[in-house]
Structure formats: structure tokens, C-alpha cells
């Protein structure tokens, strides 16, 4: 049941991709981050009130969740939806998803993981993979190689909150409860951004634009309860290999829906394949 929660989430955060990329033609990242988040929030929130016991907010491991939202979705979602604004969804989903690896670093440093032979090997795959992404041309208009940042600290990101998420779910095992904290945190984390940014003035609604990315949010509010639901049943190294390859059906969907938007170059595909490759050696390393 936890493999068919994970391909579950991956099914439609790649789905969400294609939609949050249409919407950005109009729109921005903090725009999309805004509505995706608060759509996310309201949805979680509801369904936890109705049917979580608020007796449960009280447990120690709610921290965890807490934590978590601050750095995935709030920051993690957000600088992965500024890459695939300035880089493109094909080139910037590969990266984001590429925060296990991270995830297994953190496992070294800090639990004093051992770091294997299919751990190197997979990291380097991993490394490769994102300099034939960064070296590749553009996928529509121009674009800096230094961009590659934002989708790379996203990747960092992530790699935290997947690590502190699967904390909390251990002392208090309710995916809607951790689902409705880390999102309602991500949101709060969000408004201070965008109030940092500049309010009201760093957004750009958009009459074609909002409602791709309504749909985005609605989408993604299914992934990243199914993302929960099944770290809440199996481990991390299971979970995330199948989370992670979601940029596979992120390429597909961009090849058929975003013709007119992005141009999937060989180079692109293959980057793709060899980063998803080495990041489902890294997380199924022993």
C-alpha cells in the first residue's frame, strides 16, 4: 500500500508540474506558491479538523512538522517553481527531485549513516546528470546557467523536510494531522516572504494564469497527502525512489502538452534519466 501511495504522489506532482508551468506564462513563483499553498492549507486544514482530534496538536512530535513546513513546502516548492520559470519544467523538475541525495547526506554527517559504493556511484550519476542539464540550451527563450541554483537549493530543502516529516510521522502517525501542519506553516512562511518581497506588488495574478494554477494547487494538495500517507507506512528508501521519479512523467506530459512552451532536446532527456538514475541508487543503497 506504501509503493501505490508513493506512485501515487509522483503521478501528481508530475501532473501538477505541467499545469504550474502553463501557469507561469502570466504569472510568478511566488504568485504560484501563493495559491498553491494556501489552496493546500485550506483543503488539509478542513479535513483535519474534521477528523483529527485537536487533542493530538499537544504531542511533542508536531515539531517535526512544524520544522518541516519551513523548509519544504515554503522554501523548497517556492525556489522550485522560480526554476521552472527561468530554466523550464523539464530542465528544473530533475534537479528539485534530486533531494534524497541530500536526505542520505544528512544521514552520513549527522546519524553516522555508512556511505556505500552505490551511494558514490548514484551521487556521481547524480552530478553528471546536472551538468548535462545545465550545459544543454534552452528549452524556449534565453537563460543563465547560474539558475541552476534555485532548483539545486530546492533539492536541499526538500532533502530536510523529507527528514523531519518522517520524524514527526513516527511519534505521531496521522499523514492528514503532519500534512495540515507542515502546509499551514509553509503558508505562514510564504506570507513573510512575499511581505519581504515587497507585498502585494510581488505578485502577478493573472486572468489565463490563475486558473492553471488553481488547478496545480488542487493536484498538488493530493501528491503531497499521498506523499504523507506513504511515508506514514513504509521507509524513506522505498518511498522516496518511486517519489523522485516523477520528472520521468514530468518529460512525458512536456512532450505532449508544453510542444509550444519547451523543446525536449536529447541532451535534456538523457540528463534527466541519468539524474533520476543516480538518485534511486543513492536512496535503494543498502
Known amino acids: 500500500m506504501a509503493e501505490y501511495f508513493a506512485f501515487q504522489a509522483a503521478l501528481c506532482f ?75 519544467v523539464a530542465r528544473s523538475a530533475p534537479i528539485v527531485n534530486t533531494s534524497p541525495i541530500f536526505s542520505s547526506v544528512f544521514a552520513v554527517f549527522i546519524l553516522g549513516e555508512v ?3 552505490q551511494n558514490m556511484l548514484g ?8 551538468i548535462v542539464l545545465s550545459s544543454s540550451k534552452a528549452a524556449a527563450g534565453e537563460w543563465r546557467k547560474k539558475d541552476i541554483i534555485y532548483p539545486l537549493l530546492g533539492a536541499v530543502a526538500f532533502g530536510i523536510s523529507t527528514t523531519l516529516r518522517k520524524s514527526g510521522l513516527m511519534t505521531v502517525p496521522r ?20 511581505r519581504v518581497r515587497g507585498g502585494r506588488r510581488a505578485l502577478k495574478f493573472h486572468r489565463q494564469s490563475n486558473g492553471w494554477l488553481f488547478g496545480a494547487a488542487l493536484v498538488n494538495t493530493g501528491a503531497i497527502l499521498s506523499f504523507f500517507s506513504a511515508l506514514n507506512l513504509g521507509k524513506v528508501v522505498r518511498i522516496e525512489p518511486l517519489v523522485a521519479c516523477n520528472p520521468l512523467l514530468t518529460i512525458l506530459w512536456a512532450a505532449i502538452f508544453l510542444r509550444q512552451i519547451e523543446r525536449l532536446s536529447p541532451r535534456i532527456i538523457f540528463g534527466a534519466l541519468v539524474t533520476v538514475a543516480g538518485t534511486v541508487l543513492v536512496v535503494t543503497a543498502r
Open 14 to 88: 508530475s501532473i501538477a508540474h505541467i499545469f504550474v508551468r502553463r501557469g507561469l506564462l502570466h504569472s510568478n513563483a511566488l504568485t504560484g506558491s501563493l495559491i498553491s499553498l494556501g489552496t493546500s492549507a485550506a483543503v488539509f486544514w478542513l479535513l483535519a479538523l474534521a477528523w483529527v482530534p485537536l487533542s493530538t496538536l499537544r504531542a511533542p512530535g508536531v515539531g517535526y512538522f512544524v520544522a518541516a513546513g519551513v523548509f519544504a513546502p515554503a522554501i523548497g516548492q517556492t525556489l522550485g517553481y522560480v526554476g521552472m520559470e527561468k530554466i523550464g
Open 115 to 117: 556511505w556505500t559504493r
Open 123 to 130: 551521487t556521481c550519476l547524480v552530478i553528471v546528470g546536472i
Open 175 to 194: 499523514p492528514l494531522l503532519a500534512a495540515a501542519v507542515t502546509v499551514g506553516t509553509a503558508f505562514v512562511v510564504l506570507l513573510v516572504i512575499i
